[in-house]
């Protein structure tokens, strides 16, 4: 959930507008009522090792889920960012929710510190309660501990990926996590293979003083992701995200309710997630490689050449049929 305006308008139209276009039947909750996910297929001997950095809303949740069943993808871990949506005593549960819902392997969960940076601002509270009830993922897995936290576990992910291949964090919450991974243990950030983040945009418009809320939320700690230097960093902002909820992802089980009830007009976590393991779904035209900062609303500003790589359009087609090949579904129950 990235923009102010459309945030609001979503949690008012949740209920009745998001539902209005689905083809697959829900529950009162939003979760499916019929059908399943095909079972998942397992995960390569050879696939990207991946740290997944998330505060954990509805889009969040499905960027995970789509992450969880690519047999490409081999999620490690799990961090919160508790600069963003929820924090530490609801995010190791949802997480354990959705794992359960998906019928995959748990993965371990870190929680970061909720206290953001200078110039960060606290998401709105209604949102953040409404992102913690976990709307459309039933309460399937009963209470979950975390496994410490986050610098923690991504510093051991890290050291363990010098053996097991590379390692991405794919961050889709505020930065903070990744900051502080840089700032307080500066040998593991720089095991990272690479860094993959959906924050800011570059022309969006603000809506009520905010461009784009990962950002927003720990400017500071973008910031210094962005000059940290060390692994590659790859940036997917507000602009390059297609308008627009795909059918396959409204008609697939549990992620269907996820995507209903948050009723979002673009799926920011998603793409950004789909745009790593999707070969298509960047050309190298549409990526603009740069020295970067963010201002404290969430605007990105190329500021001289420099390695990191800004993604200025994604392929809809390609981002589509990734998410086909997750979310198929199997038999009716």
């Not at 008012?12 to 998942?40: H, I, K, Q």
């Not at 081999?74 to 530490?88: I, S, W």
């Not at 206290?115 to 979950?144: F, I, T, V």
């Not at 053996?163 to 720089?190: F, K, M, Q």
């Amino acid at each position: 959930m990235r923009r102010a305006a459309i945030l609001a308008s979503a949690v008012v139209a949740a209920g009745a507008l998001a539902l209005a276009g689905c083809t697959a039947p829900y529950d009162d909750d939003g979760e499916a009522a019929s059908g399943r996910l095909a079972p998942a297929v397992a995960v390569s001997d050879d696939a990207r090792r991946v740290v997944v950095d998330t505060d954990l809303g509805g889009d969040d949740l499905v960027a995970l889920a789509f992450l969880l069943r690519r047999p490409d993808v081999r999620v490690e871990a799990v961090t919160v960012a508790a600069t963003g949506l929820v924090g530490c005593d609801a995010g190791p549960d949802l997480v354990a929710d959705l794992v359960a819902a998906l019928d995959v392997q748990p993965v371990p969960v870190g929680c970061g510190r909720a206290s953001a940076g200078a110039g960060g601002r606290a998401l709105p509270q209604d949102w953040r309660e409404r992102a913690a009830a976990g709307p459309g993922l039933r309460d399937a897995a009963g209470p979950a501990r975390p496994a410490g936290d986050a610098v923690g576990l991504l510093a051991r992910a890290a050291r363990a990926a010098r053996s097991s291949g590379r390692l991405t964090v794919v961050a889709l919450g505020p930065a903070t996590n990744l900051a502080d991974l840089a700032a307080e243990r500066p040998a593991a950030y720089a095991r990272l293979d690479a860094v993959h983040l959906m924050a800011g945009a570059v022309e969006s418009p603000a809506v009520d003083g905010v461009v784009e809320w990962n950002a927003a939320a720990d400017p500071a700690a973008l910031r210094a992701v962005l000059a940290a230097g060390g692994p590659p960093v790859t940036v997917v902002p507000d602009d390059a995200v297609p308008d627009g909820t795909p059918a396959v992802v409204l008609d697939a089980p549990v992620v269907g309710g996820l995507a209903a009830v948050a009723g979002l007009p673009r799926w920011w976590d998603l793409a950004t997630a789909a745009a790593l393991v999707a070969p298509d779904a960047v050309e190298e035209t549409d990526v603009e490689a740069g020295s970067w900062t963010v201002d404290d609303v969430g605007r990105l500003e190329r500021t001289g050449p420099g390695a990191v790589r800004v993604v200025r359009a994604l392929d809809e087609a390609a981002l589509e049929a990734a998410y086909a090949e997750a979310f198929a579904a199997g038999a009716d129950r």
